[in-house]
């Protein structure tokens, strides 16, 4: 089986080579940049399997990178930040990145966080599109209209979308979310997934106030639901 390449990107030195060392030594391809700019270049030439993108770095930043990135592939991107805060977690996903991880890490988080990743990455199949009046998904081509409009989301929004709309008109906690999209290390965090629910509905409700595709429901998680669906006016269902 062919090892999974990864692209590690960091303006430190001795951060890559410690990378490079331990990453190689489980088996993994490594492929070094120094800054964004860089990356986007060995993206282009290595088509690597995943990416891991420092934050902060010169010449073009994580943040631009990922945004760079995520026009044009759909690659996993770990990002890798200094500091825990939401803001920087909300930063992070909204450019575009699968995961984050705060330094400094341990290695074994870090494995973990790829292998999740990649399973993600690889268990994507073919499936048809679901369509209503006002809501189309097609899941080959990763195309989401809502009204006659084409959404632009993240890859964690639109991964997201897909576990909902998978099981729509059934609730999912927020355990079982967590673990289908970040990974099955995740399960408690429950404010990263909040975080990109709120996002959602902004690109897609008429009023986010008061969803009708993603309802809550209260203490257990989540459910999507289309317009025909007997549910889909349920004013239980709101948040």
Known sequence: MKSATILVVDDEPQIRRVMRATLSAHGYTIVEARDGQEALEKLRADRPDLVILDMNMPVLDGLEACREIRAGSSVPVIMLTVRGGEKDKVRALDAGADDYIVKPFGIQELLARIRAALR??????????????????????????????????????????????????????????????????????TESLRVVINQLRKKIERNPAEPKFIQTEPWVGYRFVLPADPTADDPEAKS
């Not at 006659?148 to 709309?165: A, C, I, Q, Y």
């Open 120 to 189: 993600r990455s690889a268990s994507g199949e073919a499936e048809t599109a679901v369509t209503s009046k006002d809501f189309s998904i097609d899941f080959d081509k990763r195309m989401v209209t809502v009204r006659g409009k084409s959404l632009h989301l993240t890859p964690k929004e639109f991964e997201l979308l897909h576990e909902l709309v998978a099981h729509r008109g059934k609730p999912i906690s927020h355990r079982r979310l967590l673990q289908a999209v970040w990974g099955p290390d995740y399960g408690d965090e």
